[in-house]
Each structure stands twice: as structure tokens, then as C-alpha cells.
């Protein structure tokens, strides 16, 4: 009997020890299953924002190169097209109301931007992104928004997210990453409520989100780098 008792109790402690390393290799797999998910999302986030990205300045430098006088009827002072100070002769943000019919509510959205000079005798400009022009954009499931700015500090994408992922952060750094000094920055804005980023104090990144910043123009006395105070 004892020799079959320690047998016994001898096949069980093999049997403990299989069901340990089992569980170890799951875990393992697991984690290493995990890691190569957040990696591939974070390359098909930066994969397809810097796509985006590409997509909107090629546009707006197609706009600016093919009517490079702008709006011939636009106000000679900056200052006095729709009370704002603007880059020319790049698009005016959509709720500027030198535009005809500017759509409040819609302050910086990049889908509503209109090509000035298009045409070039009236301020009922033509959208950038629509049927007419052929161009289109494509939705961004984990962006929160997306914005074209033009004013005193230059013109500017700004995109945002919202960090529920861990790898959305992460992201955003990578393609920064892939830009020059002082062409792109990120703000984080969810440790301590919204981060002005313009030298007016009226765009935000909002709090909560993880902002993208990338410059077409940049006005280098004006401009406010709240993460990279060397620049511009």
C-alpha cells in the first residue's frame, strides 16, 4: 500500500507541475499575443493618420498653388476677414464669417474647408473635400476630431484622441517621429484639464485627449509650442 500511496502521490506532483507550465505558456502567449495586437494597432493608426494627413495638405497646397492670389475680393488687412488675423492665401476656417453661409458650430472642422480663389470674385468659395471636387475623407474610428486652423500663428492640422487605448499615445509619438523639428508636436491634455496651444488662448487640446499638431505655415513670432518651448 505505501508503495502504491507514493506512486500515487508521485504521478500527482507531475500532474501539478504540467498544469504550472501549461498555465505558463499560456500567460506567455498571451501577453506576447497582447503586445502584438497594441503593436499593430499603433502601426495602423500611424499608418493611416499619416495617410490623412498627406491626403489634406496635398489638397489645400493644390488650392493654394492653382489660385495663388487668393480671394480677390478678400480685405487687404488680414485682420479685418471675419475678424480674424489669417494666412493667405490658404483656406479660411470654415465658420469665418467673411464666408458666405460660414457654418458656426464647426470651428476648424477640416471636412468644411473651402479653397479661396474657387471663385476667385466672391466669398462663396467652393469645399475642399466634396462630390464636386472628387475628393473625400475618409472617417477616423479613434480620432475625436479633426481641425484646419488658420490664424495669427499660421496654419495648422490638429487632430485629437482620447486615450481609453493605451497605444494611441504611443502612436501619435511615432508619427511625430516622422516629421521635421518644430513641424509637428503632441500635447497631452489629460493630466491637468484643457492646454491652450495658440497665442490667443482659443484653441485647445482638449482635456482628456491626446493632440497631434502638424504646421503647413508657421508665424515664428507668434507661434506656441506648450510641449517644445524652443520652437519655432
Known amino acids: 500500500m505505501g508503495r502504491k500511496n507514493k506512486q500515487k502521490g508521485s504521478a500527482l506532483i507531475y500532474i501539478l507541475i504540467a498544469i504550472a507550465l501549461l498555465a505558463a505558456l499560456t500567460a506567455t502567449f498571451m501577453d506576447s499575443s497582447s503586445q502584438q495586437t497594441t503593436s499593430q494597432n499603433t502601426f495602423n493608426l500611424v499608418t493611416d493618420l499619416n495617410s490623412q494627413i498627406n491626403f489634406v ?34 483656406p479660411l476656417q470654415p465658420e469665418n ?17 473651402r479653397c479661396p480663389g474657387n471663385p476667385g470674385d466672391s466669398n462663396d468659395h467652393a469645399k475642399i473635400f466634396s462630390g464636386s471636387s472628387g475628393k473625400f475623407l475618409a472617417p477616423t474610428p479613434k480620432l475625436t476630431w479633426r481641425k484646419y486652423i488658420n490664424d495669427a500663428d499660421g496654419v495648422y492640422l490638429l487632430f ?15 508619427l511625430n517621429d516622422q516629421f521635421a523639428p518644430c513641424e509637428a508636436d503632441v500635447i497631452d491634455a489629460t493630466t491637468g484639464g484643457d ?11 482638449e482635456d482628456g485627449n491626446i493632440c497631434l499638431r502638424v504646421w503647413l505655415v508657421t508665424n515664428p513670432t507668434t507661434a506656441v509650442f506648450p510641449t517644445e518651448p524652443s520652437c519655432p
Open 195 to 205: 492646454v491652450s496651444i495658440s497665442s490667443t488662448g482659443d484653441v485647445l487640446c
Open 97 to 113: 464669417t467673411y464666408l458666405l453661409n460660414p457654418e458656426s458650430g464647426t470651428t476648424g472642422v477640416v471636412d468644411a474647408i
Open 57 to 90: 495638405r496635398s489638397a489645400i497646397q493644390e488650392c493654394v498653388l492653382t489660385y495663388p492670389a487668393g480671394d480677390s475680393t478678400m480685405p487687404a488687412d488680414p485682420a479685418l476677414v471675419g475678424g480674424e488675423a489669417v494666412t493667405r492665401p490658404y
Open 160 to 174: 485629437g484622441v482620447w486615450t481609453s487605448d493605451a497605444y494611441l499615445k504611443t502612436a501619435l509619438e511615432k
